[in-house]
């Protein structure tokens, strides 16, 4: 059974807006404890993983779209940054880059998004709607 | 005074209706057929579609960074794939209109 809204792509794009979306949430965090001693920066690491499904060779549809839904995109404690005198390892001018960064993915990914439920919508409709 | 005259007086009487010729192994081909060609349309925008799809999903996970890449593919396969549906639905309704048409 093949899922007209799921496919390979739509699946990608829906997991970025779930990385992209708790990423945000990590990043407001260490905006609000860039001053906290002893504080580990948060980060959401999903992108390789995603890359790595896509790119692997001889993944079939359905499992492949499997694999991309099991990608988890959960905050994690970065622990590999420089920590400050205090403990904590935030850099302020870092996070504001990855802000806006990551804001420019989500917007242009959920922009993708509609664009292709549009697709198909007109493509039910006949282009008639 | 002007006489008029049916439609079905001479012209369109279905004894003077032109049979297409049948094709023959002598008539050389000119080209690829119409239903090759729309085959051909067809697949044409299958590929911008595809092309379109992969290039948001690399945009998606960062693998490229410019956006508009994608986004003028998308508009590209969603412009192409419109008109092909919107000739589509012409050749559709020309074919209604002539099985509506009384002989």
Do not use: C, W
Not at chain 1, 24 to 35: D, M, P
Not at chain 1, 64 to 90: C, H, K, L, M, Y
Not at chain 1, 98 to 124: C, D, H, P, V
């Amino acid at each position: 059974m093949t899922d007209i809204f799921l496919n390979r792509t739509n699946a990608i794009l829906v997991k970025v807006l779930d990385g992209a979306a708790e990423r945000q949430q990590a990043i407001a965090n260490n905006i609000a404890n860039a001053e906290t001693p002893g504080y580990t920066r948060k980060d959401v690491a999903f992108e390789g993983t995603l890359i790595d499904i896509m790119q692997r060779d001889g993944l079939q549809p359905p499992a492949e779209i499997a694999a991309i839904r099991d990608v988890v995109t959960e905050i994690q404690d970065d622990f590999a940054s420089p920590r400050r005198a205090d403990g904590n390892n935030v850099q302020i001018e870092r996070e504001m880059v990855s802000l806006a960064k990551n804001t420019l993915q989500y917007e242009a990914t959920a922009q993708f998004l509609a664009e292709r439920i549009q697709g198909l919508r007109n493509a039910i409709k006949e282009g008639r709607g | 005074m002007m006489r008029i005259e049916g439609v079905s007086s001479s012209i369109y009487s279905p004894q003077t209706v032109q049979r297409p010729v049948e094709p023959t192994s002598e008539s050389p081909a000119t080209g690829p057929s119409f239903g090759e060609q729309v085959q051909q349309a067809v697949e044409q925008i299958n590929d911008l579609q595809n092309q379109a799809s992969s290039l948001v999903e690399k945009v998606a996970t960062g693998q490229i960074e410019d956006v508009h890449k994608a986004m003028i593919a998308m508009e590209h396969a969603s412009l192409s794939f419109n008109f092909g549906l919107q000739v589509r639905n012409k050749a559709l309704d020309a074919y209604q209109e002539i099985m509506r048409t009384q002989i």
